[in-house]
């Protein structure tokens, strides 16, 4: 079915079900489709479409884009990064008397500044940026749950992985993908409860898990906000 509203057109499947309410399932392509109890009229299914109709096309146009891979970086006014799970745009100036790039993030921008106008220092500048926000945030968590364990870690690193978020040896060394900067802080915060139970269970057994449940109940969301992000946690 197509429908259009408030100027836009949407194409949708209805699935009829057996449960009790009116649902949206976005597959990875961004086709939509509302799930619907036996019965249900079309009318209501378009009216349910409407009520949360900003909510499917943004999750629409993201399952596209994400099918269409990381899209190639440009450093101009106004490109946006992730920071926290947010995007904001980024703001660049040069300034020739500095020692060394820096970037700061101030109401709401990633402010950049760098010494030469070249796209390979604003990008070398804003990974030191998730580098140095990275470690910050990691060790915050680390501290606010270490009065669960018993153990410590013996060291904690900041990586540029292309395999995990997060790794702990059975040294108890702990390591962190620095894009983690990128995500929402109960992202992080997840990633170090995992990696500190690893602490406690070095391999993913049911103990582990439960573990992991215990501290992060929430925890299979964070694994989905990861999965269908991570292509765009990119600088």
């Keep these: 079915m197509i429908h259009t509203y408030l100027g836009e057109t949407i194409q949708f499947e209805i699935n009829y079900k057996k449960r009790t309410s009116v649902g949206i399932l976005i597959d990875a392509y961004g086709n939509v489709e509302v799930q619907a109890p036996?019965?249900?009229?079309?009318?209501?299914?378009?009216?349910f479409i409407e009520r949360n109709w900003d909510q499917i096309q943004q999750k629409s146009k993201e399952m596209q884009e994400r099918m269409l891979g990381p899209k190639e970086r440009v450093y101009h006014h106004g490109e946006t990064f992730l920071y926290l799970g947010k995007t904001y745009p980024i703001q660049i100036s040069q300034d020739t008397t500095i020692k060394k790039d820096y970037v700061v993030f101030e109401e709401g921008i990633l402010c950049i500044v760098v010494k030469q106008l070249e796209d390979?220092?604003?990008?070398?500048?804003l990974k030191r940026f998730y580098y140095q926000r990275c470690k910050s945030l990691i060790e915050k968590s680390i501290k606010k749950y270490q009065s669960d364990f018993k153990v410590k870690p013996r060291s904690i690193r900041i990586t540029?992985?292309?395999?995990?978020?997060?790794?702990c040896d059975s040294q108890m060394q702990l390591t962190f993908n620095w894009r983690l900067a990128m995500a929402p802080?109960?992202?992080?915060?997840?990633?170090?409860?995992?990696?500190?139970c690893h602490m406690v269970h070095l391999n993913h057994d049911?103990?582990?898990?439960?573990?992991?449940?215990?501290?992060?109940?929430?925890?299979?969301?964070?694994e989905r906000w990861l999965a269908l992000s991570s292509w765009k946690m990119t600088v």
Excluded: C
């Design 206 to 222: 049911r103990s582990f898990w439960r573990l992991v449940g215990k501290m992060s109940p929430n925890f299979k969301e964070q």
């Design 185 to 196: 802080l109960e992202v992080i915060d997840y990633v170090v409860i995992h990696e500190m």
């Design 38 to 47: 036996k019965g249900t009229s079309e009318e209501k299914a378009i009216q």
């Design 120 to 125: 390979e220092k604003i990008k070398q500048a």
């Design 160 to 167: 540029d992985s292309k395999a995990n978020w997060g790794t």
